[in-house]
């Protein structure tokens, strides 16, 4: 039950951080010369808070599975950098082209939101993921003996 708190306040924050994101970016766009569609923002804010929510996943994973707050926070953050510079170096590096199909960062930026909209097949994607890390999670800490 704690864990399934956990998790729901995470995913709660980070769409708490949508609405801020979402808000900021609709009124700050009529200060300046930029032509965005408010559906277009939304869906890149949301694309984004996706790729958040999925590392809050992995990172509760890691902790369900070692049960030590340094290691999912360390193998939270040394993946989603690889993930990163996959994505990013992905452009000059061909042989990085066959990661992209599974990295949450071209999932979360590689259909360019602001531009295109949502892409469905990524969210689809993105969302399944996130379902079976949580899941893992949940699983994986119920299988373990806590009580030691």
Not at 55 to 69: D, E, I
Not at 111 to 133: C, E, Q
Request: charged share 10%; aromatic share 10%; with cysteine.
């Amino acid at each position: 039950r704690i864990l399934a708190t956990k998790i729901i306040s995470g995913i709660c924050a980070q769409l708490l951080l949508v609405i801020v994101t979402f808000s900021t970016l609709v009124i700050g766009i009529r200060f300046v010369d930029i032509s965005l569609s408010t559906l277009k923002i939304l869906a890149a804010s949301f694309s984004c808070a996706m790729l958040g929510i999925m590392f809050h996943g992995v990172a509760t994973l890691f902790g369900s599975v070692f049960g030590k707050k340094p290691i999912a926070l360390g193998g939270t953050i040394a993946l989603a950098i690889a993930g990163f510079l996959f994505y990013s170096l992905a452009p000059l590096v061909h042989t990085f082209d066959r990661v992209l199909g599974i990295n949450p960062f071209q999932w979360a930026l590689g259909s360019n939101a602001l531009k295109s909209g949502l892409d469905l097949g990524y969210m689809f994607l993105s969302f399944s993921t996130v379902l079976v890390i949580y899941g893992a999670s949940l699983l994986t800490l119920r299988a373990r003996d806590i009580s030691a």
